[in-house]
């Protein structure tokens, strides 16, 4: 998409939405069609956006989307009054309401939303045998180092680490995790164990294909990215399948888990040979006594070699990247702190998406993750919250927002989180009710006083729509004790 000249773009103010991700795109999308009179600019430094398509309420607060990368030129298609500018937003005057852009221009805002999402946080910036993925640009980076890999260690226990480990193959893989059980930032430790047959196994577990959420990663993109040097959107559902994550090392998966342990040092084989230090050999790995270009010292004494490290260790908001003469307030977590109108604290300016944290009263049994849904609610939200502004008027906190809801895929199975599904903020004080099908079900519930907090649902349980009711409503489910997992019993009709 060339670049549109952006000096004639500056005469007349408009509503500027900086970022091509979901939340951008979402949030242009939406004020496109709330205020069909205001000019809006959507401003991106990445070649192609990201736009949802095929969205599917599966049930009140679980959603499905695919998402496509397209040229800005497709949503300007789309949404009469928006026009995308592929360029650099260097810097933002909130006293003029300008910002600055990397070509010299300047462009007015009546009301401006930064959708500008994250980085990776890695272990390490400046190694070169560490990378970190983000959008197509890494990945291609990732699939061309993993071609010719014997051996990658993973570091993190979330999503990108328990997606990786299950899509790399013909490689050996050491997972480092700093927890008792892998995948703990979304799963406990016994839907880890429900997981754990399928780490080395056979790749899809699932009864029947389990449609994903599609995610096209066109090569277009990456080499686009490559070429402009820009950071793209994060990719998203589905960014791993359809993508060979094959090393070169002749035969099945290998997966070590070392737990409870982060990296302490990284080191070459100069280095190594300098402190004299005990290389040891993964146990199930098959490459013994070889000669690695990196190793690795764990703060458990292991100290293993491979061939790069994927730094799985989540996201730091993009919340400084662009200067502005007025101080946003930034959250614990580097985002830019927004109200329940998503407005930052500096005046006329929002976020929205990985950029930001949500920093209103969040509801009892709703949290904030960096995920493709939220991105996306926010970027809806936003720009209802913007017009609102426009007209003078307040509106009440989105219902998305009452209730934390995700679906995923992890290692073939169907995953569903809802509300505090690990217990978050119970303080550990909850009561625990679980059924486990071995290789095809894991359902655990959250309760407390009697009443649904939250829920693991692993597998094709249909239990998703009923639990979201249960603990919003709050029900004292107490007289129904274990007969609310019972399978014999369709509690749909219980409560319908
Ligand atoms: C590998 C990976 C897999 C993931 N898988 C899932 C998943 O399965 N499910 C899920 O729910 N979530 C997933 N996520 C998380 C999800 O991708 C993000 O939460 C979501 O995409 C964030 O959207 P965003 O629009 O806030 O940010 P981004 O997608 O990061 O978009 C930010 C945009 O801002 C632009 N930008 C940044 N700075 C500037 C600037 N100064 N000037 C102009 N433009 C700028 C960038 O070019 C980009 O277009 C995954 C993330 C990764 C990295
Ligand atoms: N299926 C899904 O829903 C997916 C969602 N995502 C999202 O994309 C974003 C990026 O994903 P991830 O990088 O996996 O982030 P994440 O937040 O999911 O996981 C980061 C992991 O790294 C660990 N960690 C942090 N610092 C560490 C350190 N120094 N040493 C060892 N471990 C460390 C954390 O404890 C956590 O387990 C996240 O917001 C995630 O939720 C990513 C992939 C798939």
């Not at 991105?375 to 609102?388: E, H, N, S, T």
Request: charged share 25%; glycine share 8%; aromatic share 8%.
């Amino acid at each position: 998409m060339e670049v549109t000249n952006t000096k004639e773009e500056s005469k007349t103010a408009s509503i500027v939405v900086i970022g091509g991700g979901i939340a951008g795109v979402s949030c242009a999308e939406t004020l496109s069609s709330l205020c069909k009179d205001e000019k809006i600019t959507l401003i991106t430094a990445s070649p192609l956006i990201k736009a949802v398509t095929n969205f599917k309420q599966i049930s009140r607060r679980l959603e499905e989307f695919e998402v496509e990368e397209k040229p800005g030129a497709a949503l300007e298609a789309e949404c009469e009054n928006v026009k995308v500018l592929q360029v650099m937003v260097v810097s933002i005057d909130a006293d003029k309401n300008e910002i600055q852009t990397s070509d010299g221009s300047t462009i007015s805002y009546t009301k401006l939303c930064i959708c500008s999402g994250g980085t990776p946080k890695l272990v390490s910036h400046d190694n070169p045998y560490v990378i970190g993925i983000r959008d197509t640009e890494s990945v291609s980076h990732f699939q061309e180092k993993l071609s010719g890999a014997r051996r990658v260690i993973i570091v993190g226990n979330g999503g990108i680490a328990t997606e990786l480990v299950h899509e790399i193959e013909n490689c050996e893989v050491v997972w480092a995790i700093k927890d008792k059980s892998i995948s703990a930032t979304f799963v406990d430790a016994g839907a880890a164990e429900f997981f754990l047959p399928h780490l080395a196994g056979d790749k899809e577990v699932q009864e029947g294909p389990l449609k994903r959420l599609k995610y096209t990663v066109s090569n277009a993109a990456a080499k686009d990215q490559v070429q402009s040097g820009t950071k793209g959107g994060a990719l998203g559902p589905d960014w791993s399948l359809g993508l060979t994550m094959k090393g070169k090392y002749n035969s099945a998966r290998k997966v070590h888990v070392e737990y409870e342990c982060e990296i302490k040092e990284i080191f070459t084989p100069e280095e190594l040979k300098e402190r004299n230090l005990e290389v040891d050999e993964p146990i199930g790995c098959s490459y013994l006594n070889c000669e690695w270009p990196v190793y690795v010292c764990f703060t458990n004494g292991k100290c293993y070699g491979c061939d790069f490290i994927v730094s799985a260790t989540g996201v730091i908001p993009n919340s400084c990247s662009i200067s502005c003469n007025k101080i946003f307030k930034i959250a614990q977590d580097g985002g830019i702190e927004v109200n329940d109108q998503m407005h930052t604290n500096v005046d006329h300016i929002y976020a929205a998406g990985d950029v930001c944290t949500a920093s209103w009263d969040w509801a009892p049994h709703w949290l904030q993750m960096r995920l493709w849904s939220q991105a996306r609610q926010m970027g809806c939200y936003v720009a209802q919250c913007i017009m609102a502004d426009i007209n003078k008027e307040k509106i009440t906190l989105d219902f998305c927002f009452e209730l934390f809801a995700h679906v995923t895929k992890f290692f073939g199975y169907k995953v569903i989180l809802l509300g505090k599904f690990n217990g978050q903020g119970l303080e550990g004080k909850y009561d625990i009710l679980l059924r486990m099908t071995k290789g095809v079900e894991y359902i655990k519930v959250i309760s407390k006083d009697g009443r649904m907090q939250g829920a693991i649902l692993i597998g094709e349980t249909d239990l998703e729509e009923t639990f979201e009711n249960l603990i919003l409503n709050q029900l004292d489910l107490t007289r129904y004790g274990e007969d609310l997992l019972d399978p014999g019993i369709d509690i749909e009709d219980y409560f319908d």
